[in-house]
């Protein structure tokens, strides 16, 4: 069973940066493609951006020219750099394979955007 564990969340002031990144324990970055979800307080999960295996990008875009998102298949990890933060980018941050994802997910990175 994959294992998913995200993390570089945290408190940032509008305007700011964060770099997520979300390690597997199995070889998958360069077999799958890979994606950031988000889920908000009282909101369903949407997906933020993902990569496919070949490296082909999409972007949400609500989060378009702002995220962007990149993979080291030798470390197993992805990442996700967030410039230009907007408090509406306030959720947990989940990484998973896309469009299918795994049943189980990680516990998430909290990303708050408050002054």
């Known amino acids: 069973q994959v294992q998913l564990v995200e993390s570089g969340g945290g408190l940032v002031q509008p305007g700011g940066s964060l770099r997520l990144s979300c390690s597997a324990s199995g070889n998958i970055f360069s077999v799958h493609t890979m994606a950031w979800y988000r889920q908000a307080p009282g909101e369903q999960s949407e997906w933020v951006a993902s990569?496919?295996?070949?490296?082909?990008?999409g972007y949400a875009d609500s989060v378009k020219g702002r995220f962007t998102i990149s993979r080291d298949n030798t470390k197993n990890t992805m990442y996700l750099q967030m410039n230009s933060l907007k408090p509406e980018d306030t959720a947990v941050y989940h990484c998973?394979?896309?469009?299918?994802?795994?049943?189980?997910w990680g516990q998430g990175t909290q990303v708050t955007v408050s002054s």
């Open positions: 990569i496919s295996s070949s490296g082909v990008t």
């Open positions: 998973n394979k896309a469009p299918f994802p795994y049943n189980s």
